[in-house]
């Protein structure tokens, strides 16, 4: 995988797109020498957003399956949900 600095990308991003979309390329952009993004196929994105989507039907099947607990409501739901978002995204 190359990686190019933001302003290197910013300045060849035709370039690099084009590498991305007809050599199935990766390419990893840094900000300040740390990853900060990734360009990567549709192909590869739409296979994430596939194995995503698989895992929070396994979630939610699962949390069917588990006996019921006293009723949440949709405030406490949503702050559940965005802390496993925020735990999810630190790891």
């Known amino acids: 995988?190359?990686?190019y600095p933001l302003?290197?990308?910013r300045n060849q991003l035709g370039q690099l797109v084009g590498r991305v979309r007809h050599g199935q390329e990766q390419i990893l952009i840094t900000e300040y020498g740390k990853p900060a993004a990734a360009?990567?196929?549709i192909s590869e994105l739409e296979e994430l957003q596939r194995?995503?989507?698989e895992a929070d039907i396994a979630e939610a099947r699962a949390s069917e399956a588990a006996p019921a607990g006293?009723?949440?409501s949709h405030d406490a739901f949503m702050?559940?949900?965005e802390a496993e978002d925020r735990?999810?995204?630190a790891s």
């Open 1 to 3: 995988m190359d990686t």
């Open 7 to 9: 302003v290197e990308a």
């Open 39 to 41: 360009l990567i196929p």
């Open 51 to 53: 194995l995503r989507d």
């Open 70 to 72: 006293p009723p949440m």
């Open 79 to 81: 702050a559940q949900l």
């Open 87 to 89: 735990r999810e995204a």
